[in-house]
């Protein structure tokens, strides 16, 4: 396969992926990308993507932007071009939106807004689902996602869990 080819099968990859944008989200990721490249290479390089990022809202760490250069940057140039930062952004994206879905789910548990689900709270949720579950069962729920051990789960506790099942 000719790297043409290649290449272009690559950017149709990508034009799928950004299918599930708003032309008004794709908008918005095209002219982040313009803004930082200022020379008008149709690419952009680390500094840049961490800023262009910063301006649709996401607070990237220096080593979370080394990841995803390393993950797109194929070629090792060191930037990333349009369509690479679509896809890029594109997945960041569905993840700020399933972070969100994750969060309603979690208020929707702590009722009583302490910020965490006690066992309390998953027996009334379980409960009002008509759930038939023992204390045993619930408990046991918690104590899976309880990471820090204080017998509750915090949102990120729960937001980690709700990954690891895959349900968002």
Known sequence: M????AASARRDKAKTR??????????????????????????????EL??????????PKKEEIKKMIADIDK???????FEEFLQMMTAKMGERDSRE???????????????????????????????????EELQEMIDEADRDGDGE??????????KKTSLF
């Open 2 to 5: 000719s790297y043409r080819k």
């Open 18 to 47: 950004s299918a599930g944008l708003t032309e008004e989200q794709k908008q918005e990721i095209r002219e982040a990308f313009d803004l930082f490249d200022t020379d008008g290479s149709g690419t952009i390089d680390a500094k």
């Open 50 to 59: 961490k800023v262009a990022m910063r301006a649709l809202g996401f607070e």
């Open 75 to 81: 070629d090792g140039s060191g930037t990333i071009d």
């Open 101 to 135: 879905e994750i969060m309603k789910a979690f208020r929707l548990f702590d009722d009583d807004e302490t910020g965490k689900i006690s066992f309390k709270n998953l027996k009334r949720v379980a409960k009002e689902l008509g759930e038939n579950m023992t204390d």
């Open 153 to 162: 789960v915090n949102e990120e506790e729960f937001f980690r869990i709700m």
